[in-house]
């Protein structure tokens, strides 16, 4: 039978692993399996890599995650953004009711302002958003928001990242919202997923009862004339088929016989970096009132370091011990290496400048975990990059799968349903 080599023991990875009906070896390089989907445990709180909620519309693939999981719980989405002191239902551009009147006049002039012209997702981010939502809107979300998310100029993006990640209501829809409460829900995750038990973790550790891994398994070779992956301590694995998990531009700079027109169309290739502090508090008096019952918030304003707080312990109660409650926020970077200004110490002091943390209560708990790769910059050379480097990978048998692994913005559910594909037309 065909050998297979699998490297990385992340979601996208173990899915691979889980529906191959051949040999296979996972290569991973931690001595731990999850990638961005493992959790952490300390002093009774569950952390994750920030804010993995799962978000499923397959019937198939929900009931292998619960099975996998040891059950979920079904959560209805209560997210917001705080602007100006006050909170805003997300999404933004569906809940102008909630803004003072001046902001929201200049949002309802935005939409009606808007010139009919094509619009299409190869336009640059921002123009994009001024001709969806009007200048109002992008003025006070759209473009400070995803300035700090993506760390990037707007302009040299496109919008072709958007898909389902951005709700698009009609004008009429839009304009609606300012007058009367919105009771539409908008967007992918309107309902999402999360184990009962253990965090992410519980995901994974369910794959692993199945699949074993070879850990502490880096892989920095692949001969791809002998059809062979030689890890760090030079151990030699021979393939039949190779399917990587790794940032896209690691496995080609692995592949000391790639042309020099892939190597090029690699380095064209562009994220962010994102560092995720992790908090657990401890309070006699709960949460404070302002973020009851919410689960994440996103933050526009500069006076905040960070783009974005979750709010594990509303999620699931069992993350955060009696008395205590657990956030995590996000701070983006252009370069991998994190500014040390994105530390402990300047989440807190915004957090408690929000509100979001009561000013006697105690932090017991903190981690701090760094992801080189995060969000994959959507520009020109993206989208022709991919196609010489994918077909040129295939046609020697190696097979790219997972969100950096095929270079994109994606979701647990589409990673499965990615590897479960490739697995079925692997097997035949």
Known sequence: MKKNIIIGAGISGLSA??????????????????????????????????????????????????????????????????????????????????????????????????????????????????????????????????????????????????????????????????????????????????????????????????????????????????????????????????ISTQPLTELVRQIEQAPVSIKKAAKNLKCSSVRCVNLGVKSSKGIPKALKNRHWVYLPETSFPFYRAGIYSNINSLSAPENCYSFYVEFSSSSPVIPERFDLESAVNALKKAGFIGGNDEIISTNTVDMPYAYVIFDKEREQSLKIINEWLNKNNIFSIGRYGMWEYSFIEKNIKDAKNLADLLNK
């Open 17 to 242: 692993a889980y529906f191959l009906k051949q040999p296979y070896i996972v290569l991973e390089e931690k001595p731990y399996a999850g990638g961005l989907c493992r959790s952490f445990y300390e002093n009774g709180f569950t952390f994750d890599c920030s804010g993995h909620f799962i978000h499923i519309k397959d019937e198939k693939i929900k009931s292998i995650v619960n099975k996998l999981s040891g059950g979920v719980d079904e959560v209805a989405r209560n997210a917001s953004i705080f602007i100006n002191g006050n909170f805003v239902p997300f999404p933004f551009q569906a809940n102008l009711y909630h803004l003072d009147e001046k902001t929201k006049k200049e949002c309802v002039d935005g939409v009606l302002k808007r010139k009919d012209a094509e619009i299409s997702v190869k336009m640059p981010f921002l123009s994009w958003c001024e001709a969806m939502f009007g200048k109002g809107i992008t003025k006070y979300f759209m473009k400070p928001y995803n300035e700090k998310l993506w760390s990037c100029d707007l302009m040299k993006m496109t919008a072709e990242w958007t898909g389902p990640f951005v709700p698009r209501p009609d004008a009429g829809s839009i304009v609606k919202s300012a007058y009367s409460k919105n009771k539409t829900q908008y967007g992918y995750n309107s309902i999402f997923y999360y184990p009962k038990k253990k965090g992410c973790q519980a995901l994974i550790d369910g794959f692993l009862k199945k699949i074993k891994v070879e850990y502490n398994s880096k892989t920095c070779e692949i001969d791809i004339k002998n059809k062979t992956a030689v890890t760090q301590d030079r151990k030699k694995y021979k393939y039949d088929s190779l």
